[in-house]
């Protein structure tokens, strides 16, 4: 089946601890972005990236970091300098980011606890 | 910049009652707007989506209208279901280029409580 695949769905970090969330989609989409939700906040944009080995920061950067060697691959990366870490973590996908219409499909999430 | 603004919630409804979530968009261009689904402890998932003024999106039973003068996408059910019962948020996209970068804007989200 296509779609995007985030593991793990549940991470324990301690402090001090970097830790890497994992995002493979195989809907051959040129962009994938990461979300992360707070309750009562909506979603926030991380990061973002059109192409392969491009990247940008999105409204909430600080304190994380990602990569993109691969095309259907997207990790990230939660720092020890991301003070407020504990959260819902959601990847996304679309086909590209030029065209408003298109759909930006999501991942099942990954939740990240600070113990 | 852009900016999505929802109805307070949490909405309580009965099984069979009607369902209107309003949102409300400021954006430049010509935005796309959505309306994503949230089941508890799952990621989003597309309801509908309309790409121009007049346009409207539909599927399950949800509707909502692309109201350009009223900058308006008001998610509406005639007939709810307990399954329905989730969080909803309403989003737009704007093309890329300026400071929006094709990226989604997302409203705080509604939630949904349908009692039978």
Sequence with gaps: DGGITQSP???????GQ???LSCEQNLNHDAM????QDPGQGLRLIYYSQIVNDFQKGDIAEGYSVSREKKESFPLTVTSAQKNPT?????ASSIDRQEPGNTIYFGEGSWLTVV | ???VTQMEGPVTLSEEAFLTI???YTATGYPSLFWYVQYPGEGLQLLLKATKADDKGSNKGFEATYRKETTSFHLEKGSVQVSDSAVYFCALRSGAGGTSYGKLTFGQGTILTVHP
């Design chain 1, 33 to 36: 972005y990461w979300y992360r």
């Design chain 2, 22 to 24: 309003n949102c409300t």
């Design chain 1, 18 to 20: 970097n830790v890497t």
């Design chain 1, 9 to 15: 769905k549940y991470l324990f970090r301690k402090e």
């Design chain 2, 1 to 3: 910049g852009n900016s």
């Design chain 1, 87 to 91: 959260a819902f973590y959601l990847c």
